[in-house]
Protein backbone atom coordinates (compact mmCIF):
# COMPACT_ATOMS: atom_id res chain seq x y z
CA UNK A 1 0.00 0.00 0.00
CA UNK A 2 1.45 3.48 -1.13
CA UNK A 3 1.05 6.18 1.77
CA UNK A 4 2.08 10.10 1.47
CA UNK A 5 2.83 12.28 4.27
CA UNK A 6 2.53 16.03 5.43
CA UNK A 7 3.85 17.98 8.31
CA UNK A 8 2.08 21.19 8.92
CA UNK A 9 4.64 22.58 11.06
CA UNK A 10 4.18 25.64 13.58
CA UNK A 11 6.67 27.42 15.86
CA UNK A 12 6.67 24.84 18.82
CA UNK A 13 4.18 22.16 17.25
CA UNK A 14 3.24 20.20 13.87
CA UNK A 15 0.54 18.31 12.94
CA UNK A 16 1.51 15.27 11.58
CA UNK A 17 -0.72 12.97 8.98
CA UNK A 18 -0.29 10.20 6.52
CA UNK A 19 -3.24 8.99 4.19
CA UNK A 20 -3.36 6.32 1.87
CA UNK A 21 -4.50 6.24 -1.97
CA UNK A 22 -8.07 6.85 -1.34
CA UNK A 23 -7.02 10.06 1.00
CA UNK A 24 -8.12 7.85 4.26
CA UNK A 25 -6.09 9.22 7.00
CA UNK A 26 -3.88 6.56 8.36
CA UNK A 27 -2.69 8.52 10.91
CA UNK A 28 -3.13 12.41 12.33
CA UNK A 29 -1.46 13.81 15.43
CA UNK A 30 -0.19 17.13 16.79
CA UNK A 31 3.10 16.71 18.15
CA UNK A 32 6.06 18.87 19.86
CA UNK A 33 8.81 19.80 17.39
CA UNK A 34 11.09 17.34 18.51
CA UNK A 35 12.87 15.39 15.79
CA UNK A 36 12.92 11.93 17.95
CA UNK A 37 9.92 11.83 18.76
CA UNK A 38 8.45 12.44 15.14
CA UNK A 39 10.18 10.00 13.42
CA UNK A 40 9.41 7.22 16.04
CA UNK A 41 5.81 8.31 15.08
CA UNK A 42 6.90 7.69 11.34
CA UNK A 43 8.81 4.74 11.70
CA UNK A 44 5.64 2.79 11.46
CA UNK A 45 5.07 3.84 8.00
CA UNK A 46 8.00 4.39 6.44
CA UNK A 47 8.57 1.16 4.36
CA UNK A 48 5.26 2.42 2.63
CA UNK A 49 5.62 6.60 2.56
CA UNK A 50 5.98 7.81 -0.62
CA UNK A 51 7.09 10.91 0.64
CA UNK A 52 6.48 13.51 2.98
CA UNK A 53 5.71 16.97 2.62
CA UNK A 54 7.06 19.78 4.52
CA UNK A 55 5.38 23.79 4.62
CA UNK A 56 8.30 26.31 3.65
CA UNK A 57 8.25 27.96 6.93
CA UNK A 58 10.59 29.75 8.22
CA UNK A 59 12.08 27.26 10.87
CA UNK A 60 12.13 24.18 8.33
CA UNK A 61 15.71 23.38 8.78
CA UNK A 62 15.85 21.13 11.10
CA UNK A 63 13.41 18.73 10.23
CA UNK A 64 13.80 18.73 6.20
CA UNK A 65 17.72 17.57 7.21
CA UNK A 66 16.70 15.31 9.65
CA UNK A 67 13.86 13.52 7.56
CA UNK A 68 16.24 13.19 4.99
CA UNK A 69 19.03 11.85 7.17
CA UNK A 70 16.86 9.29 8.03
CA UNK A 71 15.88 8.15 4.37
CA UNK A 72 12.45 9.62 4.10
CA UNK A 73 11.87 11.50 0.13
CA UNK A 74 10.86 15.50 1.52
CA UNK A 75 9.14 17.43 -0.59
CA UNK A 76 9.13 21.62 0.46
CA UNK A 77 6.07 22.89 0.00
CA UNK A 78 5.67 26.19 -1.72
CA UNK A 79 2.76 27.43 0.16
CA UNK A 80 2.90 30.94 -1.45
CA UNK A 81 1.55 28.88 -4.71
CA UNK A 82 -0.90 26.33 -2.92
CA UNK A 83 -4.61 27.83 -2.69
CA UNK A 84 -7.17 25.60 -1.39
CA UNK A 85 -10.72 25.88 -2.47
CA UNK A 86 -12.33 29.07 -1.42
CA UNK A 87 -15.71 27.51 -0.55
CA UNK A 88 -14.76 25.66 2.67
CA UNK A 89 -16.40 27.20 5.31
CA UNK A 90 -13.67 25.44 8.13
CA UNK A 91 -10.28 25.07 8.19
CA UNK A 92 -7.40 24.05 10.71
CA UNK A 93 -4.10 22.35 10.97
CA UNK A 94 -5.23 19.10 10.45
CA UNK A 95 -6.79 20.07 7.08
CA UNK A 96 -4.06 21.94 5.77
CA UNK A 97 -1.86 18.93 6.43
CA UNK A 98 -4.07 16.74 4.64
CA UNK A 99 -4.72 19.01 2.03
CA UNK A 100 -0.84 19.09 1.07
CA UNK A 101 -0.45 15.02 1.68
CA UNK A 102 -3.46 15.03 -1.29
CA UNK A 103 -1.36 17.18 -3.16
CA UNK A 104 1.08 15.22 -3.31
CA UNK A 105 -0.44 12.36 -3.85
CA UNK A 106 -2.02 13.80 -7.34
CA UNK A 107 1.30 15.09 -7.98
CA UNK A 108 0.84 18.50 -8.22
CA UNK A 109 2.47 19.99 -5.20
CA UNK A 110 3.79 23.27 -5.79
CA UNK A 111 7.40 22.08 -4.41
CA UNK A 112 10.39 24.63 -3.37
CA UNK A 113 14.48 24.70 -3.39
CA UNK A 114 15.65 22.27 -0.67
CA UNK A 115 19.03 24.57 -0.39
CA UNK A 116 21.88 22.32 0.16
CA UNK A 117 22.31 21.76 3.64
CA UNK A 118 26.54 22.12 3.47
CA UNK A 119 26.21 25.39 1.84
CA UNK A 120 23.36 27.29 4.17
CA UNK A 121 25.46 28.73 6.48
CA UNK A 122 27.68 30.74 4.31
CA UNK A 123 24.76 32.10 2.71
CA UNK A 124 22.96 32.89 6.19
CA UNK A 125 26.34 35.25 6.41
CA UNK A 126 25.84 37.04 3.60
CA UNK A 127 21.89 37.47 4.51
CA UNK A 128 23.24 38.51 8.15
CA UNK A 129 25.78 41.00 6.22
CA UNK A 130 23.16 42.51 3.85
CA UNK A 131 20.99 42.66 7.42
CA UNK A 132 23.82 44.75 9.21
CA UNK A 133 23.89 46.86 5.68
CA UNK A 134 20.42 48.03 6.21
CA UNK A 135 20.61 48.66 9.92
CA UNK A 136 23.23 51.25 8.44
CA UNK A 137 21.15 52.84 6.07
CA UNK A 138 18.05 52.95 8.57
CA UNK A 139 20.66 55.21 11.17
CA UNK A 140 22.15 57.13 8.38
CA UNK A 141 18.18 58.38 7.32
CA UNK A 142 17.31 58.85 10.71
CA UNK A 143 20.18 61.63 11.06
CA UNK A 144 19.27 63.31 8.05
CA UNK A 145 15.65 63.28 9.24
CA UNK A 146 16.45 64.32 12.33
CA UNK A 147 18.87 67.54 11.33
CA UNK A 148 16.14 68.16 8.50
CA UNK A 149 13.63 68.55 11.23
CA UNK A 150 15.46 70.68 13.80
CA UNK A 151 17.69 72.69 11.79
CA UNK A 152 15.77 73.40 8.65
CA UNK A 153 19.57 72.07 6.18
CA UNK A 154 20.38 69.10 5.28
CA UNK A 155 23.33 66.41 5.65
CA UNK A 156 24.50 64.28 2.53
CA UNK A 157 25.33 61.01 3.22
CA UNK A 158 28.87 61.25 3.10
CA UNK A 159 28.83 64.10 5.68
CA UNK A 160 27.71 61.96 8.49
CA UNK A 161 30.17 59.28 7.53
CA UNK A 162 32.68 61.77 8.13
CA UNK A 163 30.89 63.45 11.62
CA UNK A 164 32.90 63.34 15.13
CA UNK A 165 31.51 63.38 18.54
CA UNK A 166 32.46 67.34 18.76
CA UNK A 167 30.73 68.27 15.00
CA UNK A 168 27.34 66.81 16.49
CA UNK A 169 28.00 69.34 19.44
CA UNK A 170 27.99 72.00 17.51
CA UNK A 171 25.58 71.15 14.81
CA UNK A 172 22.98 70.37 17.46
CA UNK A 173 23.62 72.37 20.66
CA UNK A 174 20.50 70.87 22.15
CA UNK A 175 21.72 67.75 24.16
CA UNK A 176 19.08 65.68 23.81
CA UNK A 177 18.70 65.76 19.75
CA UNK A 178 22.86 65.41 20.29
CA UNK A 179 22.29 62.66 22.17
CA UNK A 180 20.10 60.74 19.81
CA UNK A 181 22.75 61.30 16.78
CA UNK A 182 25.33 59.78 18.64
CA UNK A 183 23.48 56.87 19.29
CA UNK A 184 22.80 56.60 15.53
CA UNK A 185 26.41 57.23 14.93
CA UNK A 186 27.88 54.63 17.20
CA UNK A 187 25.05 52.02 15.98
CA UNK A 188 26.18 52.63 12.71
CA UNK A 189 30.03 52.14 13.61
CA UNK A 190 29.00 49.00 15.08
CA UNK A 191 27.28 48.19 11.90
CA UNK A 192 30.10 48.90 9.94
CA UNK A 193 32.56 46.60 12.14
CA UNK A 194 30.69 43.54 12.07
CA UNK A 195 29.91 43.89 7.97
CA UNK A 196 33.29 43.72 7.35
CA UNK A 197 33.94 41.01 9.94
CA UNK A 198 30.75 38.94 8.16
CA UNK A 199 32.80 39.82 4.29
CA UNK A 200 36.48 38.74 5.24
CA UNK A 201 34.64 34.98 6.90
CA UNK A 202 32.75 35.06 3.81
CA UNK A 203 35.48 35.35 1.15
CA UNK A 204 37.68 33.52 3.46
CA UNK A 205 34.46 30.06 3.24
CA UNK A 206 34.05 30.14 -0.80
CA UNK A 207 35.47 31.31 -3.48
CA UNK A 208 33.22 32.19 -7.09
CA UNK A 209 32.85 28.64 -8.41
CA UNK A 210 33.81 28.45 -12.58
CA UNK A 211 29.98 28.87 -13.46
CA UNK A 212 29.77 31.66 -11.67
CA UNK A 213 33.26 33.54 -12.27
CA UNK A 214 31.73 35.77 -15.18
CA UNK A 215 28.99 37.64 -12.83
CA UNK A 216 31.92 40.19 -11.87
CA UNK A 217 32.24 40.95 -15.73
CA UNK A 218 28.73 42.88 -15.48
CA UNK A 219 28.73 46.31 -14.77
CA UNK A 220 27.62 46.96 -11.08
CA UNK A 221 28.40 43.49 -9.54
CA UNK A 222 31.51 43.38 -7.49
CA UNK A 223 33.29 40.39 -5.33
CA UNK A 224 30.14 40.33 -2.47
CA UNK A 225 26.95 40.75 -4.75
CA UNK A 226 27.93 37.95 -6.64
CA UNK A 227 29.07 35.72 -3.69
CA UNK A 228 25.34 36.77 -3.06
CA UNK A 229 23.69 35.90 -7.00
CA UNK A 230 25.79 32.63 -6.54
CA UNK A 231 24.72 31.75 -3.08
CA UNK A 232 21.07 32.13 -3.65
CA UNK A 233 20.64 31.03 -6.89
CA UNK A 234 22.34 27.59 -5.57
CA UNK A 235 21.81 25.35 -9.15
CA UNK A 236 20.83 27.65 -11.95
CA UNK A 237 19.80 24.12 -13.94
CA UNK A 238 16.45 24.49 -11.42
CA UNK A 239 15.32 27.34 -13.80
CA UNK A 240 13.70 26.24 -17.10
CA UNK A 241 13.48 29.18 -18.39
CA UNK A 242 15.15 33.11 -18.19
CA UNK A 243 11.60 33.81 -17.58
CA UNK A 244 11.34 32.13 -14.37
CA UNK A 245 14.84 32.89 -13.08
CA UNK A 246 13.82 36.58 -13.28
CA UNK A 247 10.17 35.80 -11.74
CA UNK A 248 12.30 34.53 -8.77
CA UNK A 249 14.38 37.47 -8.59
CA UNK A 250 11.08 39.41 -8.33
CA UNK A 251 12.18 41.30 -11.22
CA UNK A 252 8.58 41.49 -13.10
CA UNK A 253 5.82 42.77 -12.55
CA UNK A 254 2.35 40.75 -11.48
CA UNK A 255 -1.17 41.08 -13.00
CA UNK A 256 -4.70 39.22 -13.45
CA UNK A 257 -5.50 39.71 -17.10
CA UNK A 258 -9.16 38.91 -17.86
CA UNK A 259 -10.94 39.87 -20.85
CA UNK A 260 -8.16 42.39 -21.52
CA UNK A 261 -8.65 43.80 -18.68
CA UNK A 262 -6.68 44.18 -15.71
CA UNK A 263 -8.33 42.45 -12.51
CA UNK A 264 -5.69 42.80 -9.52
CA UNK A 265 -2.48 41.94 -9.02
CA UNK A 266 -0.91 38.26 -7.89
CA UNK A 267 1.55 37.74 -5.13
CA UNK A 268 4.75 40.16 -6.00
CA UNK A 269 6.14 39.34 -2.85
CA UNK A 270 6.88 35.27 -4.24
CA UNK A 271 10.33 34.55 -4.85
CA UNK A 272 14.12 35.95 -3.61
CA UNK A 273 14.48 39.09 -1.72
CA UNK A 274 18.06 39.07 -1.59
CA UNK A 275 18.29 38.32 -5.22
CA UNK A 276 15.85 41.33 -5.44
CA UNK A 277 18.01 43.38 -3.43
CA UNK A 278 21.64 42.54 -5.07
CA UNK A 279 20.36 43.06 -8.80
CA UNK A 280 18.53 46.48 -7.65
CA UNK A 281 21.99 47.34 -6.05
CA UNK A 282 24.07 46.24 -9.34
CA UNK A 283 21.47 48.49 -11.36
CA UNK A 284 22.09 51.56 -8.91
CA UNK A 285 26.05 51.25 -9.54
CA UNK A 286 25.78 50.29 -13.13
CA UNK A 287 23.41 53.46 -13.62
CA UNK A 288 26.41 55.53 -11.96
CA UNK A 289 29.72 53.58 -13.47
CA UNK A 290 28.24 52.63 -17.32
CA UNK A 291 27.68 55.42 -19.64
CA UNK A 292 25.91 53.11 -21.85
CA UNK A 293 23.54 51.83 -19.15
CA UNK A 294 22.79 55.04 -17.48
CA UNK A 295 21.69 56.41 -21.15
CA UNK A 296 19.77 53.35 -21.42
CA UNK A 297 18.26 54.35 -17.49
CA UNK A 298 17.90 57.93 -18.25
CA UNK A 299 15.72 57.00 -21.63
CA UNK A 300 13.33 55.04 -19.48
CA UNK A 301 13.13 57.61 -16.41
CA UNK A 302 11.57 60.25 -19.04
CA UNK A 303 9.33 57.85 -19.66
CA UNK A 304 8.19 56.53 -16.36
CA UNK A 305 9.01 56.99 -12.67
CA UNK A 306 12.70 56.77 -11.66
CA UNK A 307 11.74 53.51 -9.38
CA UNK A 308 10.30 51.83 -12.39
CA UNK A 309 13.50 52.89 -14.67
CA UNK A 310 16.06 51.32 -12.16
CA UNK A 311 13.58 48.01 -12.04
CA UNK A 312 14.14 47.97 -15.52
CA UNK A 313 18.12 47.95 -15.01
CA UNK A 314 17.91 45.63 -12.80
CA UNK A 315 15.92 43.20 -14.84
CA UNK A 316 17.97 43.39 -17.47
CA UNK A 317 21.11 42.67 -15.54
CA UNK A 318 18.94 39.67 -14.15
CA UNK A 319 18.39 38.11 -17.90
CA UNK A 320 21.71 38.64 -18.97
CA UNK A 321 23.10 37.12 -15.59
CA UNK A 322 20.97 34.26 -15.92
CA UNK A 323 22.33 33.15 -19.49
CA UNK A 324 25.92 33.98 -18.00
CA UNK A 325 25.52 31.31 -15.46
CA UNK A 326 23.79 29.19 -17.72
CA UNK A 327 26.27 29.12 -20.45
CA UNK A 328 29.39 30.72 -18.56
CA UNK A 329 30.69 33.52 -20.93
CA UNK A 330 31.15 36.99 -19.52
CA UNK A 331 28.49 39.92 -20.25
CA UNK A 332 28.03 41.58 -23.46
CA UNK A 333 26.40 45.07 -23.48
CA UNK A 334 25.20 44.86 -26.39
CA UNK A 335 22.77 41.64 -26.33
CA UNK A 336 21.75 43.23 -22.76
CA UNK A 337 21.08 46.78 -23.85
CA UNK A 338 21.09 47.24 -27.57
Same mark, same amino acid.
Given at each position: ?37 ? %? ?31 ? @? ?11 ? @? ?53 ? %? ?13 ? %??? =? ?112 ? =? ?66
Amino acid at each position: MKLYGAIDLHSTNNVTVVIDEQDRVVYQKRLPNDLALI %LKELSVYQSELQGIVVESTYNWYWLVDGLMAEG @YKVHLANTAAIQQ @YEGLKYTDDHSDARWLAHLLRLGVLPQGYIYPKAERPVRDLLRKRSQMVRQRTTN %LLSIQNLMTRNTGSS %LSA =NQIKGLDIQQVDELLPNGDLALAVKANLSVMGSADEQTEILEHRVTELVKLRPQFRFLKTVPGIGEILALTIMLETGDIRRFSSVGNFASYCRCVGSQKISNGKKKGKGNTKNG =NKYLAWAFVEAANFAIRFNSKIKSFYQRKKAKTKGVVALKAVAHKLCRACYYIMRDRFPFNITKAFG
